[in-house]
């Protein structure tokens, strides 16, 4: 079973999306790094997930988009596509993890990702 282990709050002005978010939830953000803000929104301990603040890009300018933990990304990919939905970004590499975006066939963002 794949679980939600993270949200990305999309934005075109993630700084100011930052600074809310500190402001208002006390969420500890880090320095942004490939135009991502990585957010801690509680202790390790604690129910609830951490996420991030990204510039949104032109598919995604703003919104929200969960997570999805996966053993296998190109799997669901493939599985995710078969049941009707678009590939919005295909499989990126990052120096801990694989991520991909897609689209539900309903129209909702989501986020896959596998680590290595």
Same mark, same amino acid.
């Not at 942004?32 to 301990?45: A, F, L, R, S």
């Given at each position: 079973?794949?679980?939600?282990? !993270?949200?990305?709050? +999309? +934005?075109?002005? #993630? =700084? =100011?999306? !930052? ?7 006390n969420w500890k953000?880090?320095?942004? *790094?490939? $135009?991502?803000? #990585?957010?801690?929104?509680? @202790? @390790?301990? +604690?129910? &609830?997930? *951490?996420?991030? %603040? +990204?510039?949104? #890009?032109?598919?995604?300018?703003? &919104?929200?988009r969960i997570q999805?933990?996966?053993?296998? %990304? $190109?799997? !669901?990919?493939? /599985?995710?596509?078969?049941? &009707?939905?678009?590939?919005v970004r295909g /499989? ?11 689209? $539900? #066939? ?8 596998? /680590? /290595?």
């Amino acid at each position: 079973m794949a679980r939600v282990v !993270a949200f990305e709050l +999309s +934005s075109q002005d #993630p =700084k =100011k999306a !930052a600074e809310f978010y500190s402001k208002v939830f006390n969420w500890k953000i880090a320095a942004p *790094n490939y $135009d991502y803000w #990585p957010v801690t929104t509680g @202790d @390790d301990g +604690s129910t &609830g997930i *951490n996420g991030g %603040i +990204s510039l949104g #890009p032109i598919e995604y300018p703003q &919104g929200t988009r969960i997570q999805i933990e996966v053993e296998s %990304i $190109d799997d !669901a990919i493939e /599985k995710a596509l078969e049941s &009707g939905a678009e590939l919005v970004r295909g /499989k990126m590499e990052f120096d801990e993890f694989y991520l991909a975006y897609l689209e $539900d #066939p309903v129209g909702l963002g989501f986020g896959l990702i596998q /680590k /290595k």
